[in-house]
């Protein structure tokens, strides 16, 4: 049984070194209804911190399942002229984002994939201009709170109190969390560990990467000049240092859009809109994905490909060693914010405009003008493994080997 005093300390973790909440700032908490529990300790925590005010968003997955079987398209198509106006708010407000992630991997199974798609696509067309008004003047952190059908899917064999247990254990070990242990403490010292690793990369300044492994991956992806890596936390333009993803084990940057060639085979199924895409491959001509193999929902996969002019194209490249914790767990999470800290990963759409140097004083069509892609989605697909090596080449045609057997060579 997970004692109170250590949800306790994770509750705060997310609040002080997640979000890191500013005194008399606005918080937004997201969490599906059964986590009303734990959901209310970050609240509580948030407001030990000094929080303004805090607003609970509920999610519900089944009320979500009913709504898109339900609902013509047109209204599902539409944001409401209040939900707009709650979306102002928060841009005029910032306040910080915590959400609280536990939802069936499958719980979205049997939907119109093509009615869920068009839907989504239209929402975010409109939730978009609001999104980019927040990027990087705002704190969010996504984490994982441990749910019964999450549990189920991770843990079949086991009963269901063993496997939510289970997975308790395994999402407090990977952000570092215990009953002996300082983990804000700990945190500083992961992203300063991380910082050595993405100074070092940058020192290279690589013009492209060449991934390889014997499962058929043989891609390679142009960087843009004046990008750089980054890792573990990140810094506001108003110099406020979060922490956007607990856990996290990745260096990242955003790649030269449509500039990249080959074929990338995922190697762990992709939890997309509550449906798992399993056994896949993109190929890649010319910067754009122009093919796709599924052995399940390749339907949504290609959907997905096709939401708008920038989901062809590659947003993220980032680095995971096998040999990093997540991934010596064993444990196949069925969802992305652990699964794609347990191996390297590639993210189609949207890029991140904080890689550009001097990003602060650019405007968005500056960045995007530098290389950096856009689109209403990101979406990241695991693509490392043990026999996965990168090779560098920097402009001067030298090769340096980056990953070998899935492991950091440098």
Known sequence: ???????????????????????????????????????????????????GWVMMMWLD????????????LDTLSKVQDWEEARLQY???????????????????????????????ASVSKITKLYRDQMENVHQWTIVAVASEKWAKKVFPNDRVSTGVEKLWEAILQSVRVSEVNNPIAEWNEHNAKLKTKYEKLNSYQFDYLHYECENGTDFKCWL????????????????????PNMPTEEVFTSPMKG?????????????????????????????????CKAEKNQELLERM?????????????????DDSPISNSGILFYNTLFDENAACHV????????????????????????GINDSIIHVDF??????????????????VSIFKNGNWAI
């Open 347 to 370: 993210a189609l759409g949207m890029g991140f405009d904080n890689v550009m140097q001097g990003y602060e004083n650019m405007t968005k069509e500056e960045i995007k003008a530098k």
């Open 224 to 243: 843009i000049p004046e990008a750089n890596w980054m890792g573990g936390g990140e810094e506001l333009k108003n110099g406020i240092f979060f922490n």
């Open 259 to 291: 500039k990249c060639e080959g074929t990338l085979v995922a190697t762990v199924p992709l939890s997309y809109q509550g449906n798992l895409i399993e056994n896949f491959s993109i190929t890649f001509e010319n910067g754009r994905a122009v093919s």
């Open 90 to 120: 928060f841009v005029d407000q910032l306040p910080a984002r915590i959400i609280l992630e536990s939802a069936d991997p499958d719980g979205l199974k049997g939907l119109d994939i093509e009615k869920m798609q068009k839907a989504n």
């Open 1 to 51: 049984m997970i004692k109170k005093m250590v949800l306790k300390k994770y509750a705060q973790l997310i609040v002080r070194s997640g979000v890191n909440l500013q005194k008399g700032q606005g918080c937004l908490i997201y969490a599906q209804v059964e986590q009303y529990e734990f959901a209310r300790v970050v609240e509580e925590e948030a407001y030990k911190a000094g929080a």
């Open 61 to 72: 997955q089944p009320s979500t399942k009913l709504k898109y079987k339900n609902e013509s």
């Open 382 to 399: 695991m693509i490392g493994s043990d026999k996965l090596n990168i090779t560098g080449y920097t402009k001067d045609g030298e090769a």
């Open 305 to 321: 490909i096709a939401m708008d002019e920038g989901s062809a194209m590659i947003g993220e490249l980032a680095l995971v060693p």
